[in-house]
């Protein structure tokens, strides 16, 4: 159980497109979805929380209009990176808040999309 | 702000060798401490929560404790399957919903046969 995909694996744009990114919870329904960056051999890092049927919350220094959020539904959310950049090339990985058999919250986290932006 | 510091960043070991995995944090109010495995060009893979300190979590050749400062990730025996990074985080109590985590920068961890 709790399983998150994400599609596509990996992508690469030309500067000055758009691309966006699914996150869906599987076996599960996700009020709450998170979006994160990883840099190489860097930790990761929190970018938005994501509330089904409401507006996303972004962490300090993300751009919300960059990084357009929408979590239409208890199972899909999706991130879409907009007028892409070559500095915005990084590994996007999203995580899916469910309850586990012990009651207590946890995150379970999708495969990760690699973005190479030329 | 939250911080998660992790030690050592790279760890080579012999199959067989146990050792430990340092996890220091400083956070305004602890709701959870997690300990994933990430594989290269994967997503981290949930292994434990630990929530007060004092409590310990195993599974097969991991165990986790967590005191007030720090929590340590001890592998007894390990095989070159365990060969990954292991990343730690924290997650702060705000009261209300869930919220996103702080991660360290991991420990890249080689067991080698």
């Known amino acids: 159980g709790a399983v998150v995909s994400q599609h596509p694996s990996w992508v690469i744009c030309k500067s000055g497109t758009s691309v966006k990114i699914e996150c869906r919870s599987l076996?599960?329904?996700?009020?709450?979805m998170f979006w994160y960056r990883q840099f190489p051999k860097q930790s990761l890092m929190l970018m938005a929380t994501s509330n089904e049927g409401s507006k996303a919350t972004y962490e300090q220094g993300v751009e919300k209009d960059k990084f357009l959020i929408n979590h239409a539904s208890l199972t899909l959310s999706t991130l879409t990176v907009t007028s892409a950049h070559p500095e915005d090339s990084s590994f996007y990985i999203c995580s899916a808040s469910a309850l586990r058999a012990d009651f207590q919250e946890t995150q379970y986290f999708g495969p990760g999309t690699r973005l190479l932006v030329l | 702000e939250d911080q998660v510091t992790q030690s050592p960043e790279a760890l080579r070991l012999q199959e067989g060798e146990s050792s430990s995995l340092n996890c220091s944090y400083t956070?305004?109010?602890?709701?959870?401490l997690f300990w994933y495995r990430q594989d290269p060009g994967k997503g981290p893979e949930f292994l434990f929560t630990?929530?007060?300190a004092g409590e310990e979590k195993e599974k097969e050749r991991l165990k986790a404790t967590l005191t007030k400062k720090e929590s340590f990730l001890h592998i007894t025996a390990p095989k070159p399957e365990d060969s990954a990074t292991y990343l730690c985080?924290?997650?702060?109590?705000?009261?209300?919903?869930?919220?996103?985590?702080?991660f360290g920068k991991g420990t890249h961890l080689i067991i080698q046969p």
């Open positions: 076996d599960f329904q996700a009020t709450t």
């Open positions: 630990l929530y007060s």
């Open positions: 985080a924290v997650q702060r109590y705000s009261g209300g919903g869930a919220d996103g985590l702080t």
């Open positions: 956070v305004s109010g602890l709701r959870g």
